[in-house]
């Protein structure tokens, strides 16, 4: 009968659970702030800066819901993440404790905001010239 080995788990092991939830949580509200500004600033834009504005502001509230919608996303994502990684730790489960999702949504969400903020400033300095 083979000897079971008893697995202890690190405390630092937990820590460095609740510091990658606190990064991505960190990251989630950072776009929603960015979101939250742009959608007030396209709204101020729409009211005050007369009709030349209104299709630009419609651009930037779309991009603003996008990105509102990827800060919940992320904030969801790294509220599964964290529980999930808890439960394997107690458990202590041999697994992948990386997330390959969330960075690769996080890179491709920003890079396109940029694409549109970049279109809409080429298109906008195009429409002067």
């Given at each position: 009968m083979p000897a079971e080995t008893i697995?202890?788990?690190?405390?630092?092991?937990?820590?460095?659970?609740?510091?990658?939830?606190?990064?991505w949580m960190n990251v989630s509200v950072t776009i929603g702030s960015i979101s939250a500004a742009l959608s007030g600033?396209?709204?101020?834009?729409?009211?005050?800066?007369?009709?030349?504005?209104?299709?630009?502001?419609?651009?930037v509230r779309v991009l603003s819901m996008f990105m509102l919608a990827t800060s919940i996303m992320i904030a969801v994502w790294s509220g599964y993440n964290f529980n999930n990684r808890a439960n394997m730790l107690t458990l202590k489960l041999d697994g992948p404790y990386d997330?390959?999702?969330?960075?690769?949504?996080?890179?491709?969400?920003?890079?396109?905001?940029?694409?549109?903020?970049?279109?809409?400033?080429?298109?906008?300095?195009?429409?002067?010239?």
């Amino acid at each position: 009968m083979p000897a079971e080995t008893i697995r202890r788990t690190e405390a630092k092991a937990y820590f460095a659970n609740e510091r990658t939830f606190l990064h991505w949580m960190n990251v989630s509200v950072t776009i929603g702030s960015i979101s939250a500004a742009l959608s007030g600033v396209a709204g101020h834009a729409h009211r005050s800066w007369g009709d030349d504005y209104t299709s630009s502001a419609l651009y930037v509230r779309v991009l603003s819901m996008f990105m509102l919608a990827t800060s919940i996303m992320i904030a969801v994502w790294s509220g599964y993440n964290f529980n999930n990684r808890a439960n394997m730790l107690t458990l202590k489960l041999d697994g992948p404790y990386d997330s390959k999702v969330l960075p690769a949504v996080l890179a491709v969400t920003l890079v396109a905001s940029l694409m549109v903020v970049f279109s809409g400033a080429v298109m906008r300095l195009h429409s002067d010239s």
